[in-house]
């Protein structure tokens, strides 16, 4: 092979090498870092104690986790997805975990999964197990801040609420009257750092 020829076949297989990144050069990881960020779902004790009265028992599931303190419970939703800008009031945030209800005087239950906060809409939906719409079961209200500290934003309102749609929902499937549009729960405390 002539020498114009060879250096033309190394040329070749040096852009070829540079290209595809082999050749000992390290090509950039373009994964996207995931929102991060969580919602505070704190249940006060005037709902735990009439809700237990009635035999309804509501349960976060993993990856959601709860904690005792203070008379009240606190359920932990770790953000998952979404794009929102919760300031501008729009976007939507994603939660890993469901929500179990469980009536226990007659066996009755249903599992929440999917669970999704509108901001637009400013409802917490979620998808009952097998179905495939979601069903508005709680709504921000009372006393609402909204904030922005460097990428990461906020939401606290000091009453969450049980969305009309949802306790119509609630009670007939587990086949119960206690669940009315505007019950408060207790409060929310959400935070979004959307991904890169």
């Known amino acids: 092979m002539a020498r114009t020829g060879i250096r033309l076949a190394t040329t070749g297989a040096a852009v070829v090498l540079a290209v595809t990144g082999v050749g000992g050069v390290a090509v950039a990881d373009t994964t996207a870092a995931a929102p991060t960020g969580s919602a505070v779902i704190t249940v006060d004790g005037a709902f735990l104690a009439k809700s237990v009265l009635k035999g309804i028992v509501v349960v976060p599931l993993t990856p959601a986790t709860a904690a005792a303190a203070n008379n009240a ?5 770790p953000v998952t997805g979404g794009a929102a800008n919760i300031p501008s009031f729009s976007g939507d945030v994603q ?6 209800f469980f009536n226990a005087t007659n066996g009755k239950s249903v599992v929440f999964k999917q ?10 939906t979620a998808v009952p ?3 495939t719409n979601p069903v508005a079961l709680l709504d921000p209200l009372g006393d609402t801040q909204v904030g922005r500290t460097g990428t990461t934003q906020s939401l606290t309102a000091s009453s969450l609420q049980v969305d009309a749609e ?3 929902y609630l009670d007939k499937a587990l086949g119960t009257t206690y669940f009315t549009g505007g ?5 929310l405390a959400l935070s979004f750092t959307p991904g890169s």
């Open 129 to 131: 197990d097998g179905g």
């Open 95 to 100: 939660f890993g975990g469901s929500l179990l």
């Open 183 to 187: 019950q408060s729960v207790g409060s």
């Open 73 to 77: 419970i606190t359920a932990t939703f």
């Open 115 to 124: 669970l999704d906060f509108g901001v637009r809409s400013w409802k917490i």
């Open 166 to 168: 949802g306790a119509q």
